[in-house]
Nanobody, 123 residues
Framework: VLLQAFGGGLVQAGGSLRLSCAASGRTFSNAAMGWFRQAPGKEREFVAA????????AYADSVKGRFTISRDNAKNTVYLQMNSLKPEDTAVYYC?????????????????WGQGTQITVSS
């Protein structure tokens, strides 16, 4: 499975960005999808997850109410809409897919990872 993340960049605090992650190689609609991030000097952390159908989502407390995960199975793509961005959101963001766990929120529950895209939020 190949996962390619797009949409990273530099944004001012309070601004918005939308990340996309395009999947290929397996039936996308069979996978739960997630977003993680890794800030400099820190471990990679969970951001958001969505189940295969898109009707269930989960968020880290730090992004709840500001970020929205969604998916379009017809386009084999998962999105992360990020609003009210803060400098502490600065990190490399990774998308991931799990074909085994229906509700994965831990890093080890994911089978495939994208290459990461940098988000920098300036104050």
């Amino acid at each position: 499975v190949l996962l390619q993340a797009f949409g990273g960049g530099l944004v001012q605090a309070g601004g918005s960005l939308r990340l996309s992650c395009a999947a290929s190689g397996r039936t996308f609609s069979n996978a739960a999808m997630g977003w993680f991030r890794q800030a400099p000097g820190k471990e990679r952390e969970f951001v958001a997850a969505i189940n295969w159908s898109g009707d269930s989502t989960a968020y880290a407390d730090s992004v709840k109410g500001r970020f929205t995960i969604s998916r379009d199975n017809a386009k084999n793509t998962v999105y992360l809409q990020m609003n009210s961005l803060k400098p502490e959101d600065t990190a490399v963001y990774y998308c991931a897919a799990s074909f085994v766990i229906s509700w994965p929120i831990r890093e080890y529950e994911y089978d495939y990872w994208g290459q990461g895209t940098q988000i920098t939020v300036s104050s």
